[in-house]
Nanobody
Framework: QVQLVESGGGLVQAGGSLRLSCAAS????????MGWYRQAPGKQRELVAG???????NYADSVKGRFTISGDNAKNTVWLQMNSLKPEDTAVYYC??????????????WGQGTQVTVSS
């Protein structure tokens, strides 16, 4: 069984920074992609940033130049460094990984979510 555990959310003033972490545990064989999504109240969940096992990254236009995603497949961990935070970044942030276990092929796994609140 795979679990994704996130940490690092919280309350910060506009212009501040936070760093989110997500660590996966279980019988993981290979991680193909990692990413962060967010969902604000009344809105659909949206992609914030993603990174492939080869290190290719992509970002939502709204966070380009402010957020940086990084990952370490050996540690089964992905991070999201968020700088110059804005009130519109307020949301629950979810970690997502596409990975294969020793028993199964590639499936999508989600973390439980961590709240990020940016005050103006």
């Amino acid at each position: 069984q795979v679990q994704l555990v996130e940490s690092g959310g919280g309350l910060v003033q506009a212009g501040g920074s936070l760093r989110l972490s997500c660590a996966a545990s279980g019988s993981i064989f290979n991680i193909n992609a990692m990413g962060w999504y967010r969902q604000a109240p009344g809105k659909q969940r949206e992609l914030v940033a993603g990174i492939t096992s080869g290190g290719r990254t992509n970002y939502a236009d709204s966070v380009k130049g402010r957020f940086t995603i990084s990952g370490d497949n050996a540690k089964n961990t992905v991070w999201l460094q968020m700088n110059s935070l804005k009130p519109e970044d307020t949301a629950v942030y979810y970690c997502r990984m596409i990975l294969a276990t020793t028993m199964n092929g590639n499936y999508i796994y989600w973390g439980q979510g961590t709240q990020v609140t940016v005050s103006s």
